[in-house]
């Protein structure tokens, strides 16, 4: 009698089996990098840190800071030292803490201002549409303006422990001095772009609606007398745009924190 032993392995569903397997491990690993994607997602946008619309706020109030230092130092604009470049030399002598303030100031804001347009061509990029110059457009604004300053506070260096002293300084190098810090760090028309270029990702959903308004409103201003021979008066503006618009993407930008 002969024994006879059947193999009850079928080829075929063992290959069945281990192609479900194989589906089974390739779903659990999909869905562990969807999960690892989302996270990432998260803390790039939905946690993105905030600390560039904190360096925009900041630069305006430094800005503004500035702008009203530079007021502060008279000389050249007294009256009574009208055409007296001597004496207008010794009273610049006088205002030394105005100057240093000045200084301090303008270069805080430059520096910050850098951070800020960083930190918005980021937030703007991640909503803009995919062909939309408007993101540059803004950053460019913000980086030009901060060189501005440092343009307006590059002479300090020169002239503020110099004034006041005709063995250091020609008085009428001192006169230029004084309308140099008046003039030209009030120059802030280029940000002025940054606040138009919200309008158009304001329409397209990038930026909130109201941001994108002021930024039209304020930007355009800034622009206006920016291009005018009065364009000094655009210090007198942009600083405080800044700061609205900033704390706009600080605190009112709620809608929004999900994506930049």
Do not use: K
């Not at 055409?83 to 610049?92: K, M, P, R, S």
């Not at 803009?128 to 993101?135: E, G, K, M, N, V």
């Not at 000094?232 to 700061?243: D, E, F, N, S, T």
């Amino acid at each position: 009698m002969s024994t006879h032993t059947t193999d009850t392995t079928t080829p075929a569903r063992s290959e069945v089996v281990e192609v479900a397997e194989v589906a089974e491990t390739a779903r659990s690993w999909s869905a562990w990098a969807g999960r690892a994607s989302g996270a990432a997602d998260g803390d790039a946008f939905g946690r993105a840190p905030r600390g560039w619309a904190l360096s925009g706020l900041l630069a305006g109030l430094a800005g503004a800071g500035a702008i009203a230092s530079s007021m502060a130092v008279t000389a050249v604009y007294d009256p009574a030292l009208e055409g007296d470049a001597v004496a207008i030399n010794e009273a610049l002598g006088d205002q030394v803490p105005q100057m240093l303030a000045f200084h301090l100031l303008g270069m805080a804001s430059a520096i910050l201002l850098l951070v800020f347009s960083a930190g918005l061509f980021r937030r703007l990029r991640a909503a803009a549409p995919a062909d939309s110059i408007a993101p540059l457009v803004a950053t460019f604004g913000a980086v030009g303006t901060a060189f501005v300053l440092l343009l307006g506070t590059g002479l300090d260096t020169e002239f503020i422990f110099a004034v006041g002293r005709e063995d250091l300084v020609v008085p009428e190098a001192a006169v230029f001095f004084n309308h140099w810090i008046g003039t030209i760090p009030w120059c802030w028309g280029l940000l002025g772009l940054s606040g138009v270029a919200l309008f158009p990702l304001s329409r397209a959903g990038g930026v909130p609606r109201w941001l994108g308004v002021v930024g039209l409103l304020g930007g355009g201003l800034t622009l206006l007398l920016g291009v005018s021979p009065l364009q000094y008066m655009a210090g007198m503006v942009a600083p405080l745009g800044l700061i609205v618009v900033a704390l706009g993407f600080l605190v009112g930008d709620r809608a929004f924190r999900g994506r930049a």
